[in-house]
């Protein structure tokens, strides 16, 4: 069964760094299109990035320039790093994937900007 478990969320100042990981739990996540997701309380669910199976990045523009989408296909982990956040930013970030089956989500970290 896969599962994809994320961590490194916590309570950062604006302008700092976090970097958010999701580990999945089966070798074919090398086959797997993953994505990272936020929802911020009141909101619907958006897209925050993408990096697909050949290594092909997206990005929301409200993230382009901040955060960088990255997957260690020999670790079944993707990586989220969140560079100068703004408490806009504050939400709780979910991990999306998806190869011939799925999709599959996490079951998301918080991420929260204040001072």
């Known amino acids: 069964q896969v599962q994809l478990v994320e961590s490194g969320g916590g309570l950062v100042q604006p302008g700092g760094s976090l970097r958010l990981s999701c580990v999945c739990s089966?070798?074919?996540?090398?086959?797997?299109?993953m994505a990272w997701y936020r929802q911020a309380p009141g909101k619907q669910r958006e897209l925050v990035a993408s990096?697909?199976?050949?290594?092909?990045?997206v990005y929301a523009d409200s993230v382009k320039g901040r955060f960088t989408i990255s997957r260690d296909n020999a670790r079944n982990t993707a990586y989220l790093q969140m560079n100068n956040v703004k408490p806009e930013d504050t939400a709780v970030y979910y991990c999306?994937?998806?190869?011939?089956?799925?999709?599959?989500w996490g079951r998301g970290t918080q991420v929260t900007v204040s001072s």
């Open positions: 990096i697909s199976n050949g290594f092909q990045e």
């Open positions: 999306w994937g998806k190869g011939e089956v799925g999709p599959y």
């Open positions: 089966v070798n074919i996540f090398s086959f797997f299109d």
